[in-house]
């Protein structure tokens, strides 16, 4: 009786396992659904610019229509061969977006957005931007690229482009790598110059790549944050190469 009991148990344990997976499955493939539409939505808004220098576009944004769509806009993020080309917007803490969309919809996808502290239009010493790192390679789930050979070979994809209503950003990445889950790199200013010289000597040591660029105390820096998988962080930082008033 008792062995009958147990099984019973396990199968029910079983059973019940298995509809939970399966909610889970369905769950993020609607997330998933959702996230789409929002993706194709906000696209509408930019324009691609051809360059003839090089194999890369520039875009023009619309930000009076997404600022409709949404009052929280704050830019638009883009790196070169991945799939990070979004608005990024800003609540007034960094939870709200990692469960909601674009359109403040609940969506456990989340959405890309700017860390709470920061001032994108006047930059502090460390501008952060988070997105979770979705297994699709939507938001930040292509941040990954720049870790591949294919990705690396390239000189011309070490760059991230802000877009603002009225000022572009260009950062030049000098450090790329994922870390078992830490805070320590998630500091926007510093107290002191050496403060901030041992920061940049911690992020430029971690990078699994040497990249070309140099960056010192005097350089104002980007930060990419998502998820490596459940118990890393990818993590990738430029400086500041370029600010410049678009007319």
């Known amino acids: 009786m008792l062995k009958k009991i147990i099984l019973y148990g396990l199968l029910l344990l079983s059973l019940f396992g298995l509809i939970f997976s399966s909610y889970k499955i369905i769950c993020w493939y609607i997330d998933n659904q959702k996230t789409q539409e929002q993706i194709e939505k906000v696209e509408k808004f930019i324009e691609e610019i051809p360059k003839t220098d090089s194999k890369d576009s520039n875009i023009t944004v619309d930000f009076s229509s997404l600022l409709k769509e949404n009052k929280e806009v704050k830019g638009w993020v883009q790196i070169p061969n ?41 930059l502090d010493t460390n501008t952060i931007i988070y997105g979770h790192g979705r297994v699709d390679g939507t938001m930040f789930g292509s941040l990954k690229n720049v870790l591949t050979e294919e990705w690396l070979n390239d000189s011309n994809n070490y760059k991230i482009i802000i877009y603002l209503p009225e000022t572009t950003y260009t950062f030049e990445i000098f450090s790329a790598y994922h870390i078992n889950t830490t805070d320590d790199y998630l500091k926007t200013n510093f107290n002191s110059i050496k403060e901030y010289e041992e920061f940049l000597n911690l992020i430029k040591n971690r990078s699994t790549y040497s990249f070309p660029t140099t960056v010192s105390t005097n350089d104002k820096i980007l930060t990419l944050s998502t998820c490596f998988n459940d118990k890393e962080k990818m993590v990738v930082h430029g400086k500041l190469i370029l600010d410049e008033l678009e007319g």
């Open 82 to 122: 991945t799939n990070i080309n979004y608005p990024f917007v800003q609540h007034s803490d960094n939870s709200y977006y990692l469960t909601h969309s674009f359109d403040n919809s609940y969506n456990n996808a989340g959405w890309i957005f700017l860390d709470y502290r920061n001032n994108i239009e006047q």
